[in-house]
């Protein structure tokens, strides 16, 4: 498609916050959870971003295993423009940027363009649009080509290390 993900609507987020502060400690942390749908899965996920993904959609493609994306993708955490955190971007991403143009992201608003992303480390390669989705199947029939078992190993191991004293 034209986009990766443009994430939620940033004014109605801002309204369920509001909600959300009378949650317990147990739902928060529950709510967080559920916020990382990919690397709490044993399978590898392979973001293929196409167009934008900005908001939660960038926090999908962190939350990816490898992401690669087309030279039509730019990237973005605009939530403090509306009086919000950037919620799980706030804890994973300068785990898989550095830390100073992670808090850049957040702190601004401003975007992140493809060629930025590839050279930050954020995303592997950077391809043309057609190019893309070859691209991910050829690397998931390279993860699907290995033991089974070494693959889902290797993705809890360095799953576990990437978000050690987040819980």
Known sequence: GRAFSSGADL???TDLYGALASLTEEQSIEGYRGNQPFGRNPKPFIAAVNGLAIGAGMERATDCDIRIAS???YFGLFEVKRGIMA?????HLARVMPFGEAMY??????????EEAHRLGFVNEVLAPEE??????EIAEMI????P???QGTKAVAQFWRKYGLE
């Open 87 to 91: 919620n799980y971007n706030i804890n």
């Open 144 to 147: 699907g080509a290995n033991a």
């Open 132 to 137: 893309l989705m070859p691209r991910a199947v």
């Open 71 to 73: 030279t039509e993708a």
């Open 105 to 114: 992201l957040m702190l601004t608003g401003d975007t992140l363009s493809v």
């Open 149 to 151: 078992l070494a693959v």
């Open 11 to 13: 004014k109605e987020m």
